[in-house]
């Protein structure tokens, strides 16, 4: 069974920074894709970013791109979210998943999430 726990979040002024991290359980980390994901109170939840198993390969939402690097640390079996610039609209619980595959398919595992909140 894969557990991913979420922690990093917080409370931060707009345009600060905040660094999540995603903590991987299991032997296996490094043979799947990763992905950060968001809601906002009254969304549904949203596509923030993904990486590969390798690190290789990622890719971002529009509305992050150029704030937010995902990035992961296949030795600690752990995945990263930097995010600058941050903005009020950046207020959300973010989740980390786990893909089925190397570099895409369902995301088919899921932290508990951290929350993180962004005061104008």
């Known amino acids: 069974q894969v557990q991913l726990v979420e922690s990093g979040g917080g409370l931060v002024q707009a345009g600060g920074s905040l660094r999540l991290s995603c903590a991987a359980s299991g032997r296996t980390f490094s043979s799947y894709a990763m992905g950060w994901f968001r809601q906002a109170p009254g969304k549904e939840r949203e596509f923030v970013a993904r990486i590969s198993s390798s690190g290789a390969s990622t890719s971002s939402a529009d509305s992050v791109k150029g704030r937010f690097t995902i990035s992961r640390d296949n030795a600690k079996n752990t995945m990263y979210l930097q995010m600058n610039s941050l903005k009020p609209e950046d207020t959300a619980v973010y989740y980390c998943?786990?893909?089925?595959?190397?570099?895409?398919?369902?995301?088919?595992?899921w932290g508990q999430g951290t929350q993180v909140t962004v005061s104008s």
């Open positions: 998943a786990r893909a089925s595959a190397a570099y895409a398919g369902t995301w088919d595992y």
